[in-house]
């Protein structure tokens, strides 16, 4: 069972990114998708989730109203839209699964992508 992330990037400030998460088993549908982030001597930090069915959403307060987090249970991927980048999201952004898709405690998620990294320059 695997996650695989993709779509980060270099990008300028302002720019858009799309991640990609695509799950290896079907049996992911039935979780909850979330996205963190790590950068450089800090800790991973909760970006957003989603519920199973794609009907609940959940966003640190960091990135609300710039990123949306979408899922595609057909193609088994979840992804995170990322519009008005700034430099303070440099970082490197994992995918995961679990139960929930609000705690934002990375402790809770079982199942673990290896990692996009995104660097967004001033």
């Known amino acids: 069972v695997q996650l695989q992330a993709s779509g980060g990037g270099l990008v300028q400030a302002g720019a858009s990114l799309r991640l990609s998460c695509a799950a290896s088993?079907?049996?992911?549908?039935?979780?909850?998708r979330v996205w963190f982030r790590q950068a450089p001597g800090k800790e991973r930090e909760f970006v957003a989730g989603?519920?199973?069915?794609?009907?609940?959403?959940y966003y640190a307060d960091s990135v609300k109203g710039r990123f949306t987090i979408f899922r595609d249970n057909a193609k088994n991927t979840v992804y995170l839209q990322m519009n008005s980048l700034k430099p303070e999201d440099t970082a490197v952004y994992y995918c995961?699964?679990?139960?929930?898709?609000?705690?934002?405690?990375?402790?809770?998620?079982?199942?673990w992508g290896q990692g996009t990294e995104v660097t967004v320059s001033s």
């Open positions: 995961a699964a679990g139960r929930y898709y609000s705690i934002t405690n990375y402790k809770h998620y079982n199942y």
């Open positions: 088993e079907g049996t992911f549908t039935s979780y909850a």
């Open positions: 989603i519920s199973s069915v794609g009907d609940n959403t």
